[in-house]
């Protein structure tokens, strides 16, 4: 539970800051890592979002021999707002 709520903070860090200003949102999922992200792209892409990179920390770590829990980075915005 810690690594989904971890995860899931992580993806929210962005939206959070402009949601709740000085605060935090955590949400906790009852799925894995992959699946909340996965679940989140989905979402985000039916709001009209686009997302532009999804980041997989645990795989990089992987690579160069490190441990790492899971973690993806999904990296996401609506150019029509943010520009």
């Given at each position: 539970?810690?690594?989904?709520?971890?995860?899931?903070?992580?993806?929210?860090?962005?939206?959070?800051?402009?949601?709740?200003?000085?605060?935090?949102?955590?949400?906790?999922?009852?799925?894995?890592?992959?699946?909340?992200?996965?679940?989140?792209?989905?979402?985000?892409?039916?709001?009209?979002?686009?997302?532009?990179?999804?980041?997989?920390?645990?795989?990089?770590a992987?690579?160069?021999?490190?441990?790492?829990?899971?973690?993806?980075?999904?990296?996401?915005?609506?150019?029509?707002?943010?520009t």
């Amino acid at each position: 539970m810690k690594k989904q709520t971890m995860i899931i903070s992580i993806i929210l860090f962005t939206a959070s800051i402009i949601f709740a200003g000085a605060g935090m949102i955590k949400i906790k999922s009852s799925n894995n890592v992959k699946t909340t992200a996965e679940k989140l792209v989905k979402v985000l892409d039916e709001k009209g979002m686009t997302v532009f990179n999804q980041i997989n920390f645990t795989k990089g770590a992987e690579s160069v021999g490190k441990e790492l829990r899971p973690m993806i980075l999904v990296i996401f915005g609506n150019p029509n707002i943010g520009t």
